[in-house]
């Protein structure tokens, strides 16, 4: 039986230094659950963002005893939380020289209960200082969707630039997605124009919370971050929010919140794409 849950979203400004960022994962951690938060969130890259170590922190980190894993271990274990560890790069074990954006979860007990490679990579032009991004320059995109259960019931997991691709979200909650939790790296640029826009969206059109925890602020000359990590109801309300910077964002997920939305309007129960004459799912390039 699915319980009201305390969840935290992680707002973080990581940098290349991987012991700082770890120090400052480990006291935001420990606030959330202080808050009393069961189901904490770290954001995408929160151990390590940009530099040059991240084939060499991969390859220590193919073994469930890699540091990094070791860390949102011991972290789990000691506040008695579900962790969702925001991404860490792991080696591609079937691609060498390639790295994988993985989002694992740890259970109360230090136990890894999931793991989600990132699928869709960032690969476009901005007209921002960084210009280009390349994910895929280092990055293998990950193929299957994961959806694991929780005390508030089953938790869909996705990365930054999958939540501009909302037929994943359809397929998370046909497989019973109740919450989805999101680690990010928004940049600025686009999380000033689109980030809540979207976050509520995904919300409102799978009646599911939405647990978004993101990067913020200026990582490096050329790198900067969004922040705005939320908390968002199945109605598409915000239920709690950040600004830039470091930030707890707590919120409770009532499951029973999915059952009035879906009450008010049966969205599940309407949807028609097997109906429809022509569809693929596939979107058609600009003309």
């Not at 793991?115 to 690969?123: A, P, S, T």
């Not at 998370?172 to 990010?184: E, K, N």
């Amino acid at each position: 039986m699915s319980s009201v849950v305390r969840a935290a979203a992680l707002q973080m400004l990581s940098t290349d230094d991987p012991e700082h960022n770890l120090g400052r994962a480990r006291e935001l951690i420990a606030q959330a659950a202080g808050r009393g938060a069961s189901l904490v969130v770290l954001p995408e890259g929160f151990a390590c963002y940009g530099g040059t170590a991240i084939a060499e922190i991969a390859r220590a980190e193919c073994d469930p005893g890699g540091p990094l894993r070791s860390f949102l271990a011991a972290l789990a274990r000691e506040h008695g939380i579900t962790l969702v560890g925001g991404t860490i790069p792991v080696a591609d074990a079937h691609a060498p020289g390639r790295v994988r954006a993985a989002c694992f979860v740890l259970d109360p007990g230090g136990n890894e209960i999931a793991r989600y490679d990132k699928i869709h990579l960032f690969d476009v032009d901005l007209p921002d200082a960084q210009r280009s991004y390349r994910e895929s320059d280092t990055f293998e995109a990950g193929e299957d969707l994961v959806c694991v259960p929780g005390a508030c019931g089953k938790i869909g997991l996705a990365v930054c630039y999958d939540l501009r691709f909302p037929g994943m979200f359809l397929a998370l909650a046909a497989l019973g997605m109740g919450v989805l939790v999101l680690p990010s790296a928004f940049t600025r640029l686009t999380g000033e124009a689109h980030w809540h826009v979207l976050l509520r969206a995904r919300a409102i059109e799978n009646q599911v919370y939405v647990i978004a925890a993101n990067q913020g602020g200026r990582h490096s000359a050329t790198r900067e971050t969004w922040g705005g990590s939320v908390i968002v109801d199945p109605w598409g309300s915000v239920l709690a929010s950040a600004a830039g910077g470091e930030s707890v964002v707590v919120a409770d997920i009532d499951p029973q919140a999915r059952v009035r939305a879906a009450a008010r309007i049966p969205v599940a129960a309407h949807r028609r794409f097997g109906a429809m004459r022509g569809f693929t799912g596939a979107a058609a390039a600009p003309e």
